[in-house]
């Protein structure tokens, strides 16, 4: 949202669309100006002011400037490209998230069927990008991190999904240094500033639950304990929440998106529906619970945004292997009526 009250908003084919009136009941007073057009993927968007936004590409982080204010940008910046991209199908880049100094923070997914899934440096981490456009790899062990965002607190949490090395969909709270438990950004950390405390491969032989395997013809010395990652501070039961997680987003609309202050919301690309997040902080580590929050969208939700009355917008994308709706793209809005919710 910018500061002017429109919205922004990329598809996956590439082009930037500013919305006038987005949150007028009269279709008719709704307005469609394409900002940008040729963009790679673009995943995510940063808006910096009525003028300026950071777009999220797969091989980079572009600056899009408008000069003269007439909603279409003029100048498409490289801002950051130093992270690898091979080609393969399945990396795409997410974020960015911008913390309160000025710095971007990306995730980046990990490459999937043939040959390694880094194959690109980075990819399967978060990695940090200062005011100068310098990355710095953050943390380690993510799959397909579809979606980073800052809690009003100023702490940084991603939503990873379900496959290889990831049991179901979670959510997890980033922190510098750490291992979210996907092995294949491993290959990376002898060149980052971890390489003394973070493995460089996964253990073999070991557990999920760190119990010592019994079954017959079992190495004798296969290792016992917990593997060395973080777990998620949410489980999301697989199927009846949701089959693809996407992007967290908290409400800080003070009572005007209903009784959930200071909550967080999670989209879901498959089953096309909004969960509802409840978190705690113990000990420094966040614990919480999930629950259903609303179903029956066009399409399946990437992306969630409050605005400055307390709707809920949310970007959507069949993402070409399906989602309920049956619309392959769409942008909905969320009102609350007034009427106390169930919850």
């Not at 945004?305 to 392959?328: C, E, H, I, V």
Request: hydrophobic share 30%; proline share 6%; aromatic share 14%.
């Amino acid at each position: 949202m910018r500061p002017d009250g429109k919205l922004v908003a990329c598809t996956r084919r590439g082009e930037v669309w500013i919305v006038t009136n987005p949150g007028s009941d009269d279709p008719a007073q709704v307005r469609f100006t394409r900002f940008a057009t040729g963009l790679h993927e673009s995943l995510g968007l940063w808006v910096h002011d009525d003028r300026t936004v950071f777009g999220t590409q797969r091989a980079e982080l572009t600056k899009l400037i408008d000069t003269n204010g007439d909603d279409v940008a003029d100048e498409y910046q490289t801002f950051c490209d130093k992270w690898g991209v091979s080609g393969d199908y399945h990396e795409f880049a997410f974020g960015p998230a911008r913390d309160k100094d000025g710095n971007f923070f990306i995730t980046l997914n990990v490459g999937f069927g043939g040959g390694h899934q880094a194959k690109g440096y980075w990819r399967g981490w978060c990695v940090k990008i200062d005011p100068k456009g310098d990355i710095e790899p953050w943390a380690t062990g993510l799959r397909s991190p579809n979606g980073v965002s800052f809690s009003p607190d100023g702490d940084l949490f991603y939503c990873d999904n379900q496959g290889e090395w990831v049991a179901t969909n979670k959510m997890h709270h980033i922190q510098k240094g750490e291992n979210y438990g996907h092995e294949a950004g491993l290959r990376w950390v002898k060149d980052s500033p971890f390489k003394e405390s973070l493995p460089s491969k996964a253990l073999q032989g070991m557990r999920y639950d760190g119990e010592k395997r019994t079954e017959p013809n079992a190495p004798a010395n296969a290792p016992v304990g917990f593997p060395n990652f973080t777990p998620p501070c949410i489980w999301f039961p697989y199927g009846r929440m949701g089959n693809s997680a996407s992007e967290p987003r908290w409400d800080t609309s003070g009572g005007k998106f209903g009784p959930f202050t200071g909550q967080c919301f999670v989209g879901d690309q498959t089953k096309s529906m909004v969960m509802r997040v409840a978190l705690e902080k113990v000990d420094g580590r966040y614990q919480g619970a999930c629950f259903p929050f609303r179903s029956g969208f066009q399409c399946g939700i990437n992306r969630l945004l409050f605005d400055n009355d307390g709707n809920l917008y949310a970007g959507q994308t069949n993402r070409g292997w399906g989602s309920l709706g049956g619309k392959p793209y769409g942008l909905q809005r969320l009102s609350y009526t007034g009427v106390l919710p169930f919850e």
